[in-house]
């Protein structure tokens, strides 16, 4: 049995569909990948492992309780970081992780070693008397993370924790994450905007998008779906201004085409794509041609293939 297990899935309000048929599997002590742009269902799904929210149909279950019927204990399982700020302004990085602790039923020389572990693992403990509200929005973030670790949870959950943040404190939430996980044994789900965090911390994904399935497995399995698609490289001397729009015009199956100065990158379907045509328009544009390779597509740009829009869309 895995650590995580959701089955079909079905949650609606009214006649508004926001999950359809949601499945998948964590397994124990991995960082897992839940990704998709706004509105896709991310955030439904989370309230409805954690009992926030009911669901239709289908069937949740964490470490064998199942979800709503054994929600508390769940949730003592789970460390919960949303996306929004949950902390105290008026008082200090102690003072709101002594509440938080409270509420974890921690007290005495325990809570206090763990607000001081929790501090540390996320880079705050020379500023434990400040108030929050003098905090920049990274290291709130960063506070925010050690009120979810307070307990030690298995089943850690985090919701865009790095929307906003500064690179200092980006770099300190990832070394957290891969801390806890190699530490503890922490199963983590991890939610973002930003495709580079998920492929540097889960090695298996699942990508949703209006409230459905279109992606499901390790990395190079979700890149494997989007086969049918390559992506060429392209370097000339001295690029014509309309280069990009001849590309995209006068070559059979390209699909994008994304210029950055002397560079280009085409997406192509390979049946329709001939290299032959983008020769011909090299040499009729008596164009230096510097570069040219076939490259496999990045995660970024599978995903684009699977739900035709970006990440942040």
Known sequence: MSYVEINNIYKSYGKDQVLDNVSFEIESGECFGLIGPNGAGKSTL???????????????????????????????QIGLVPQEIALMQELNATSNLEYFGGLYGLSGHLLKERINEALEVVGL??????????????????????????????????????????????????????????????????????????????????????????GYGTQAEIKQLVQDTVKWFIDVEQAPL??????????????QVVSENNSFHLIVDPVEFNTKELMTLINEENIELTTLNKEALSLEEAFLQLTGKTLRD
Do not use: W
């Not at 954690?50 to 769940?74: A, E, R």
């Not at 492929?199 to 998008?209: G, K, Q, S, T, V």
């Not at 729009?245 to 390209?254: A, I, P």
């Open 46 to 76: 989370i309230d409805i492992i954690t009992g926030l929210t009911q669901y239709n149909s289908g069937d949740i279950s964490v470490d064998g309780h199942v979800v709503p019927q054994d929600v508390v204990k769940v949730r003592e």
């Open 125 to 214: 403990t020379e500023h434990t008397k400040k108030a929050v509200k003098t905090f920049s929005g990274g290291m709130q973030r960063r506070l925010n993370i050690a009120a979810a670790i307070l307990h030690r949870p298995k089943f850690l959950i985090l919701d865009e924790p790095t929307v906003g943040v500064d690179p200092q404190s980006r770099n300190k939430i990832f070394e957290f994450i891969q801390y806890m996980n190699q530490e503890y044994g922490t199963t983590v789900l991890y939610t973002s905007h930003y495709m580079e965090e998920v492929e540097a911390l889960c090695e298996r994904l699942f990508i949703l998008d209006n409230g459905q399935q279109i």
């Open 242 to 255: 309309d280069l990009e729009e001849k590309l995209t015009t006068r070559l059979s199956g390209v699909q």
